[in-house]
């Protein structure tokens, strides 16, 4: 993330990179939450789950963000993506069912692979 400066001084962002990493999660808790609104009555369960993870993804981020770095953090971002890698299952089951359109599911994967990709980019080595 570039510095700003506004003439006087330069601001540092404390965390540079987590806003990015938000927004990325952030952008496929919504679009999983609509796409599991969406889905037809017989796959209740499967919604349900697909909202339970996406929220629970975007949950633990914020603590990850809140808590600084340490094996705390490491923890948090652990649990974001393995959610997001559940997701991953769940959006296949979904498509395999009929519950989603092909062209539905293709925008989901894309926003999964983001914010897995922003995600694992904020892990420790």
Do not use: H
């Not at 999983?32 to 796959?43: C, F, H, I, L, S």
């Not at 009929?98 to 980019?121: F, H, M, P, Q, W």
Request: glycine residues 8%; hydrophobic residues 45%; charged residues 25%.
């Amino acid at each position: 993330m570039a510095t700003l400066n506004f003439g006087r001084r330069v601001i540092e962002p404390p965390m540079t990179g987590w806003l990015e990493t938000f927004r990325a999660a952030d952008a496929w808790v919504v679009a999983a939450w609509e796409a599991a609104a969406a889905m037809p009555p017989g796959t209740s369960e499967l919604a349900r789950q697909l909202r339970r993870g996406a929220l629970g993804c975007g949950s633990v981020l914020v603590a990850a963000a809140q808590c600084g770095d340490g094996a705390e953090n490491q923890g948090y971002l652990d649990q974001a993506r393995s959610r997001l890698m559940e997701a991953r299952y769940l959006l296949y089951l979904s498509r395999r069912f009929g519950s989603i359109d092909s062209k539905r599911y293709k925008t989901l994967n894309v926003k999964l692979d983001r914010a897995l990709r922003e995600v694992t980019a904020r892990r420790a080595p």
